[in-house]
């Protein structure tokens, strides 16, 4: 089956910093998200983005689905995006979404 | 998008008990899954359920040790049999959003074994 790995693992910043979290994987794939699980569980849906560049406030993603990687930046980063992120893909035919490693970032006051 | 509930929100569970989690989404969905978060883990899909047939189980999970239900196109429940310690996670139901097809995950539900 399709391996969605992502890197970093662990990640810690400032508070203010940059980061770009990146996602591969090693098949083509019909849809991708970006999800945010904060301290407490709750997953929360960041992006859809089977390719091309979005943009929400500080975040933004871009997928490269030829090349097989998608990427997520954060931007002036605050103490509240502490939590792990992951991304996770479909494929053509199917319906479930594998999910990725994820990568824990830990964002210091 | 749509507003997912779960109860109960945690348990403390003793080894051969089972335990049987809900989930209620606030609108009708066709698919609902059910993920498994062991601690410091990914998350594993262990079943997709529809309503009006059997749910479809991942490898390496059966449905003698997760029976789900799917009653409606509101609801369903995952039942963790026989549990053992091992069996200590995150239980995550969530659904698909077509249009495009995103996926809303409940706030889980953290279950101790001991």
């Known amino acids: 089956g399709i391996q969605v790995e992502q890197s970093p693992p662990d990640l810690i910043l400032q508070e203010g910093a940059n980061s770009t979290l990146r996602c591969n994987f090693s098949?083509?794939?019909?849809?991708l998200q970006w999800f945010h699980q904060n301290p407490w569980g709750q997953l929360i849906n960041l992006f859809y983005i089977p390719s091309g560049t979005k943009q929400n406030g500080r975040l933004s993603a871009t997928t490269v689905a030829t090349e097989r990687y998608s990427l997520l930046y954060i931007s002036s980063s605050q103490t509240t995006d502490s939590g792990v992120y992951f991304c996770?893909?479909?494929?053509?035919?199917?319906?479930?979404?594998?999910f990725g490693t994820g990568t824990r970032l830990k964002v210091l006051a | 998008s749509a507003v997912i509930s779960q109860k109960p929100s945690r348990d403390i569970c003793q080894r051969g008990t089972s335990l049987t989690i809900q989930c209620q989404v606030d609108?009708?969905?066709?698919?609902m899954f059910w993920y498994r978060q062991q601690p410091g883990q990914s998350l594993t899909l262990i079943a997709t359920?529809?309503?009006?047939?059997?749910?479809?189980?991942e490898s390496g999970f059966v449905i003698d040790k997760f029976p789900i239900s799917r009653p409606n196109l509101t609801f369903s429940t995952l039942t963790v049999s026989n549990m053992s310690p091992e069996d200590s996670s995150i239980y995550l139901c969530?659904?698909?959003?077509?249009?495009?097809?995103?996926?809303?995950f409940g706030p889980g539900t953290r279950l101790l074994v001991l």
């Open positions: 098949d083509s794939v019909n849809n």
């Open positions: 359920a529809n309503q009006g047939s059997e749910a479809t189980y």
């Open positions: 996770a893909v479909s494929t053509s035919g199917t319906y479930k979404y594998i």
């Open positions: 969530s659904v698909e959003v077509t249009g495009p097809e995103t996926q809303y």
């Open positions: 609108s009708q969905v066709t698919m």
